[in-house]
């Protein structure tokens, strides 16, 4: 989740509103979805107002729920990669390598 760089170059005022509506409520918000296991790790992007994390969800609208929360989320460009667990994927390559090997034997 990244600030979009369309929002200009904000004036001295603007980027006190800025950080007080906007930043502090969100890394507070961050630190409550941390406590209550949501977020399981990452942080902020250390020189950019930027986040990356990992999200503990049993289902997509529990993962778009924690993100919409963020009081950046509507000023943001928001990515998210889902994934699988390793054990989960080797039983996928299991399936694919015997259809190949039965395939091509």
């Known amino acids: ?3 979009r760089s369309s929002l200009g170059n904000p004036s001295p005022a603007d980027g ?3 950080i007080e509506n906007v930043i502090f409520p969100t890394l507070e918000r961050c630190r409550s979805l941390v406590s209550e296991g949501t977020i399981v790790a990452g942080g902020p992007v250390i020189g950019a107002i930027r986040l990356v ?3 503990e969800s049993e289902n997509p609208k529990m993962l778009e ?3 919409m929360q ?3 989320w509507p000023l943001a460009e ?5 994934l699988t667990t390793f054990g ?5 390559v299991d399936g694919l390598h015997e259809t190949i090997k039965k395939r091509f034997s």
Not at 88 to 92: A, F, G
């Open 70 to 72: 963020l009081p950046i």
């Open 16 to 18: 006190v509103q800025f």
């Open 1 to 3: 989740m990244k600030l």
């Open 78 to 82: 928001t990515a998210v990669v889902p």
């Open 53 to 55: 994390f990992m999200v």
């Open 65 to 67: 729920d924690a993100i």
């Open 88 to 92: 989960d994927r080797k039983m996928s």
